[in-house]
């Protein structure tokens, strides 16, 4: 499966923003979907996964309540909704495709993923 994030751009912090992860190939619905974050000189780290149907989500602490994750398995979409953004989100966001639990939040188990797109967040 291929994958390209896009929706990254400049806010300020407390704004909102919508990131998008279109995903091609072999069948998209089968795949849990996550969302990783990189930030300068940081590890990889997880954020949101969604099961293949879209009824469990988990989330990274510092997200919970701010972020949300969704797909559409019709278009091969998942979004992750960011509201109430902080400074500390700044990072390039990545979504990831794996056969893998919903919880599973160590980069090394996805198998697939796109290219980033770049957050930051302003004071």
């Known amino acids: 499966v291929q994958l390209q994030a896009y929706g990254g751009g400049l806010v300020q912090a407390g704004d909102s923003l919508s990131l998008s992860c279109a995903g091609s190939g072999r069948p998209f619905s089968s795949y849990i979907m996550g969302w990783f974050r990189q930030a300068p000189g940081e590890e990889r780290e997880f954020v949101a996964a969604i099961s293949s149907s879209g009824a469990s989500t988990s989330y990274r602490d510092s997200v919970k309540g701010r972020f949300t994750i969704s797909r559409d398995n019709a278009k091969k979409m998942v979004y992750l909704q960011m509201n109430s953004l902080k400074t500390e989100d700044t990072a390039v966001y990545y979504c990831?495709?794996?056969?893998?639990?919903?919880?599973?939040?160590?980069?090394?188990?996805?198998?697939?993923w796109g290219r980033g797109t770049q957050v930051t967040v302003s004071s």
């Open positions: 990831a495709a794996g056969s893998v639990v919903v919880g599973e939040y160590r980069p090394e188990k996805y198998s697939y």
